[in-house]
């Protein structure tokens, strides 16, 4: 068994309005997330297919309100105390306040955090 907390996150990202503290378990990152901004991040998305993120998610978020935006123009709002899963082909949007746990197969989150980091070092 493993309890996984953010206090032991093996990795950690941050940029302004946004903190995930991840932990790799069994094929899947198990992501716990902070929002302080309201925040678009679409560009930083951009060179995965479709300029969306691929990975699929599930998760429950647990302060806030967590905005997917989806290729076909729809939109999820999902808020505190809801359970989510969500597909390839999405885009998040960062509403301030907002704090969720998350689980992502590994190999998918890994591919899209690399071209997201990217983004961010080329944007500074």
């Known amino acids: 068994m ?3 907390t953010p206090q032991n996150a093996q990795q950690v990202e941050t940029m302004e309005g946004f903190e995930g503290r991840y932990t ?3 094929g899947l990152v198990v992501g716990f997330e902070t929002y302080t901004a309201d925040t678009d991040p ?3 998305f951009r ?3 479709g300029d969306r993120c691929q990975c ?3 998760g429950v978020v647990l302060r806030g309100e967590l905005i997917y935006r989806h290729a076909d123009g729809s939109e999820d709002r999902i808020t505190a105390g809801q359970a989510y899963s969500v597909g390839p ?3 998040p949007v960062f509403t301030a306040g907002t704090e969720l746990v998350e689980f992502s197969p590994a190999a998918e989150f890994h591919r899209t955090v690399e071209v997201v980091l990217g983004n961010l070092t080329a944007a500074s």
Do not use: Q, T
Request: no cysteine; net charge negative.
């Open 2 to 4: 493993s309890v996984i």
């Open 89 to 91: 082909g999405h885009l």
């Open 56 to 58: 699929p998610h599930w």
């Open 47 to 49: 060179g995965l297919p």
């Open 42 to 44: 679409a560009e930083l």
């Open 24 to 26: 790799e378990v069994d």
